[in-house]
């Protein structure tokens, strides 16, 4: 159990540490992109039940800039969005999108949990 948890605490780490150089070093629309597919990896199916409000809070981010970058999102058919509800239409769009702010932490996770799963 105690190799358990400190496989978490170095993925929580990682989490961390990747979250605060996306924070620091990418535009919203990058860091949106990367956060809709952190819970994409999270959730299942493609739709997601969140509002303009809650993705400023979690981006650190004035709500009109959500709604831009969101507009942007639609536009280029990576998403898809209706009044409270958004769907991931084109996952590797938004692969592209996050511009090398997603992957690492996710590939860390799965190298370590690859360990104690097998």
């Given at each position: 159990?105690r190799?358990?948890l400190?496989?978490?605490v ?8 990747s ?16 956060w809709?597919?952190m819970?994409?990896?999270l ?6 039940i969140i ?40 996952r590797?769009?938004l692969i ?22 097998g």
């Amino acid at each position: 159990m105690r190799d358990f948890l400190l496989l978490y605490v170095q993925t929580l780490m990682v989490q961390t540490t990747s979250t605060a150089i996306a924070n620091s070093k990418y535009l919203v629309d990058a860091r949106l992109a990367r956060w809709l597919l952190m819970v994409d990896d999270l959730t299942r199916g493609n739709d997601l039940i969140i509002t303009h409000e809650l993705l400023s809070i979690m981006l650190g981010a004035r709500r009109p800039y959500i709604t831009a970058a969101l507009r942007d999102l639609k536009n280029n058919n990576l998403i898809r969005s209706k009044r409270g509800q958004l769907t991931i239409i084109d996952r590797n769009g938004l692969i592209h999108l996050a511009n090398g702010s997603y992957g690492m932490a996710e590939k860390e996770y799965d190298r370590l949990f690859h360990q104690v799963i097998g």
